[in-house]
């Protein structure tokens, strides 16, 4: 019988930091001793292995992936309606508003294309959204791929945004985002704006900059990328073996080259679940995010989201926890 005493986090970050705690330690002493604290060879090493590693020529480092979204609005003259998904996080949208546009939201069964500025897709989870077998003209394509980092290689949009934020695959100690393109007036832009235009009077920008520090611990954690990755898909494919028989639930997409941000299953008993599992030292999340009342769910949309259900797939989790939450959720739905 599997006893597991304390709760299972659904996320720790404690336990990644005591893992890698020397490297990550040194680096931290040694940027506040070299007192490099902004802009200087930590972020631009990240940038490199960024573009390096999705295959663009270029990347800049940001403060947070909603900052990525919207500074590539900026940088690419958008100012009209722009195309997204209801099924998304929240970031997605608000950045669209805040940079002053009009978001047009599609519900789960259709896609608009026609007459926007541009188009969002996003990559939920980890998977993939094919958005290239639609024939949207002419607009620009900024990929959310916030969740979505080692899935997206050598893209061909106009820019890709991502987080990372602690929970990601590879997370800072803090905020940190980051653009990569292939364009270089989207790169000379954003990098400049993101650093008020410090050097130039055409305009103002902000301060959207990627922290040194948060760029020195992630580049340490990139060399482990892929064995985050890796240890990601073990433990998706665990769920999926363990779980697949369990009529009530809807298994997430097993799509080829696919990475796992999340492991989201679907069920119509989604709370009672989820406090069966809390009750039980099993810390899960509901992948629900309401927009606003200007700017409400779609109704697919809706109803997918009530019944989403995130399961603990950190890297660092023990397998036998992961075998304890399989245990847990087959006993709920054998009640
Ligand atoms: C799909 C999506 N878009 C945008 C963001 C925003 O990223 P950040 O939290 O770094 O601003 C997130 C973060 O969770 C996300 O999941």
Redesign the pocket.
Known sequence: MLCVEKMIKFWDPVRQYQKYKTELDDVWFSVMNRGDLILREDVEKFEKNLAEFVGTKYAVGLS???DA?YLSLKALGVKGSVALPSY??K??CGAVINAGCKPVIYDLDRIIYEGVSAFIP?H?AGEVYNFGKYDYGPVPIIE?A??ALGAIKNPTSDVQCW?F?PAKILGAAG?A?AITTNREDVYEYIKEARNHFKMDNKDFGGNHRMDNLQAALLNVKFKYLPHFLAKRKEIADKYFSGLSRIKEITLPNFQEGRVWQDWILRTEKRDELYEYLKENNVETQKNEYPFSPEYPKLPLAAKYEAETLRLPIQPEHADQEIDFVIRKIKDFFQK
């Open positions: 947070s992936g909603t979204i998304t996080f970031a997605t996003v939920i959310d916030c969740q987080s934020y905020d985002g």
